[in-house]
C-alpha cells in the first residue's frame, strides 16, 4: 500500500524566524534585567561619593573576614587537614558566590516589603517578570564590594595552592563556581518567597543565607558529620565551596562522603533553580493584594 503522507517542507526563512523568536523569549529576562539594573546604577551614580564610601565599607568587612580566616588558621596551623591557602581557597569560593548571587538576586529578600507597601501588584501589571523586578530593585555598584575582594582572595588562593592546572580544570572549576552562584541565588529566591505566606520571615531566610556564607566559608568537616550531611542532602550548601575545594584540591574527604559527590554540583544547581523557579510560581499564584 503507497505511502500517503506528505512532507511539508518549512522555509528557511520561517524557520530561522522561529530561532530568532524563540532566542528573544530566552533572552528576555536577562535583557530586562540588565535594563532595569542601568537605570539604578545611574541613580546611584548621582550620588558618587556616598557610592564609593559605601563600595569601600562593604570591601573592608570582606576584608575583615578574610583576616578572620588567616588568624584562626595561623593559631590552629590547620583545620580539617587544611592549610591558611587551602583555607583562603574555600573562603573565597564561598564569598565569591554568596557575593555574585547577593549583587544579582538579593534583593528578593526585600520581597516582604514589596508586599506590604503594594509595590508587588505594580510590578504585576508591568510587561516584565515580576521577579525580574524585584531581584533587579535597587541594584547597585556598591555590591561589587564583596564580589571583587572575594575573587582577589581566591585568585591568591589559587596561586598559592599545590595543583597542576591544565585547560580541563580551569573549565571545571569556572562550572563549579557558576554552579555555586546559581545555588545561592536559587535559595535567596525560595527562601525569599517564604513571604508570600509568612510575615516577618524575612529574618528566618537571612539565618540561612547570610548564615549559610558563614559556614561555607570554612571546611565545613569542622562542624561534623551531622552539619555536613545537612548541608549536602537537606540544604546543599556543601556544593558551593566544600565540594568544589576537594574538586580542585583532588583531596579525599575527611569525613568519608562520597568522592562523587563533588561532580554534582551542576546537576544540583538546575534542580534548585527548577525549584525555585516552581517555588516563585507557587507563591505568586497564592498572593494576595494588600487591598484584597
Keep these: 500500500m503507497a505511502d500517503t503522507r506528505h512532507h511539508v517542507e518549512v522555509p528557511d526563512g520561517e524557520r530561522s524566524g522561529r530561532v530568532r523568536h524563540a532566542a528573544t523569549t530566552l533572552l528576555r529576562p536577562f535583557v530586562d534585567y540588565r535594563r532595569l539594573a542601568w537605570l539604578w546604577v545611574r541613580a546611584f551614580a548621582q550620588y558618587r561619593l556616598s ?61 516582604g516589603n514589596h508586599i506590604r507597601s503594594g509595590t508587588l501588584d505594580i510590578m504585576l501589571i508591568r510587561p516584565v517578570s515580576p521577579l525580574v523586578q524585584v531581584a533587579a530593585d535597587e541594584f547597585s555598584p556598591r555590591r561589587l564590594g564583596k564580589v571583587v575582594p572575594a575573587l582577589a582572595v ?19 572549576l569556572a562550572l563549579m563556581m557558576l554552579s555555586g552562584t546559581l545555588i545561592c541565588a536559587a535559595i535567596w529566591v525560595i527562601t525569599g518567597c517564604l513571604q508570600f505566606f509568612i510575615a516577618g520571615a524575612r529574618e528566618a531566610a537571612n539565618s540561612l543565607t547570610y548564615g549559610g556564607q558563614a559556614l561555607t566559608e570554612y571546611p565545613i568537616a569542622i562542624y561534623g558529620q551531622e552539619i555536613v550531611r545537612a548541608v549536602t542532602y537537606v540544604v546543599p550548601l556543601a556544593f558551593i ?15 568519608g562522603m562520597p568522592e562523587q559527590l563533588r561532580y554534582m554540583g551542576p546537576a544540583i544547581a538546575v534542580l534548585l533553580c527548577a525549584c525555585a523557579a516552581l517555588t516563585w510560581r507557587f507563591g505568586l499564584r497564592h498572593y494576595r493584594s494588600t487591598g484584597s
Design 51 to 111: 557610592l564609593i564610601l559605601m563600595s569601600l565599607a562593604v570591601m573592608v568587612s570582606v576584608l575583615i573576614q578574610v583576616g578572620a580566616v588567616v588568624i584562626l588558621f595561623g593559631h590552629a596551623g590547620t583545620l580539617a587537614g587544611f592549610t591558611v591557602m587551602e583555607g583562603l581557597l574555600v573562603f573565597g569560593l564561598a564569598a565569591s558566590a554568596f557575593g555574585t548571587a547577593d549583587m544579582f538576586a538579593g534583593s528578593v529578600e526585600r520581597l
Design 154 to 172: 581566591l585568585g591568591v588562593a589559587l596561586a598559592g595552592v599545590d595543583v597542576e592546572w591544565s585547560a580541563a580544570e580551569v573549565a571545571l
Design 241 to 255: 565551596s566544600w565540594q568544589p575545594a576537594l574538586l580542585v584540591l583532588d583531596r579525599t574527604d575527611p569525613l
